[in-house]
């Protein structure tokens, strides 16, 4: 059985009243609806200490001290990383035992509790500056001024591919088959192209099975894709990234003949693409469908391409704003996108 409430000061103020008021033990505790121990030691309390607050409890010891504490602080601030045993196993050689628990409460006391590392592209400092030139030169652009942009890009799609990260299963059954995520080593894959605009999803195209993306390819695909669909969005600025077959003077000067005026994007941006999102929200779709061969692979693509509302491209849209205005407060750093 738990340990009861402690009485609060003003119940035992009142029982140490009605005492001197000349009332009995047994009286007061049926008044105040309390046991009689309590109302004893309410009074005793008040006899003996003077006040009715509860004495300060000393409580178990700790087995860390304040130099352990330090310790473990700083060796976690200089190498951000450190797991629970390489601690643990520094506390043991200064003679001091403790559980992982006890380490984790204490990094927890420093507000250095352990989360998984965002997983980001890495910006050197020239990146940083161009991310920051272009979030400057793009401020004063609204949900309007971007709706005029056709934003594409590439992405890899597997035919097996787990998008769950968590499982709920009994203590002890980490490998047993059902709580298991089933990986292949070189799973059936295929590279698609698509864009989309605040009109919606646009063209979508698939490169044939064993061949990347080249110059001479991308612009057969921009003159298949491309320049119908800037007319059926009505958008007047393409938006690819810096991939080097994008940058091909092939691509360049058929981008020029055609008059497209083309968005000059910072390299390593895709917090800047809102399309990340898009593929993002594809492939989750896709892995739903579990397609078992390439043929179903495509058609789970396709399915979920053209189920793609224009609500959601339109939101993804008017976070675009928000974007630029991230990268600025960052100083051209990372963003949460």
Not at 95 to 110: A, D, E, P, Q
Not at 137 to 152: G, K, M, N, P
Not at 277 to 297: T, Y
């Amino acid at each position: 059985m738990g340990r009861k409430l402690s009485l609060t000061d003003i119940q035992r103020a009142q029982a140490v009243t009605l005492k001197e008021e000349g009332y009995s033990i047994r009286n007061i505790a049926r008044r105040l609806r309390m046991s009689k121990t309590a109302v004893h030691n309410a009074v005793l309390k008040f006899n003996t200490d003077g006040n009715f607050r509860d004495r300060k409890r000393s409580g178990r010891p700790r087995k860390t001290t304040q130099r352990d504490n330090h310790l473990i602080k700083r060796v976690v601030q200089r190498s951000l990383c450190s797991s629970l045993p390489k601690l643990l196993a520094l506390l043991l050689q200064k003679g001091t035992k403790v559980s992982k628990m006890t380490i984790s409460r204490r990094l927890s006391g420093y507000a250095l509790k352990s989360y998984k590392p965002a997983r980001k592209p890495l910006l050197t400092k020239t990146m940083k500056t161009k991310r920051l030139a272009f979030a400057m030169e793009h401020r004063s652009w609204t949900v309007a001024d971007w709706s005029r942009v056709l934003f594409s890009d590439e992405s890899m799609f597997e035919q097996f591919t787990s998008r769950q990260r968590f499982v709920r299963r009994p203590v002890g059954k980490r490998f047993d088959e059902r709580f298991t995520v089933p990986t292949m080593k070189h799973p059936p894959s295929i590279m698609v192209w698509g864009a989309f605009s605040s009109c919606g999803t646009a063209g979508l195209y698939f490169l044939p099975k064993g061949q990347t993306m080249n110059g001479q390819r991308y612009v057969k695909l921009l003159e298949e894709k491309l320049l119908l669909q800037m007319e059926v969005h009505k958008c007047s600025i393409f938006m690819q990234d810096g991939a080097p077959c994008h940058r091909s003077k092939l691509v360049s000067d058929f981008l020029k003949k055609k008059k497209i005026r083309v968005l000059t994007w910072p390299g390593n941006s895709p917090d800047l693409n809102p399309i990340e999102n898009l593929w993002r929200q594809m492939k989750d779709q896709v892995a739903k469908r579990q397609p078992s061969n390439m043929n179903e692979l495509l058609n789970a693509i396709k399915l979920t391409w053209i189920n793609i509302s224009k609500e959601y491209c339109q939101t993804l849209i008017d976070s675009m704003p928000h974007r630029v205005e991230q990268v600025i407060a960052s100083r051209g750093g990372h963003t949460k996108y």
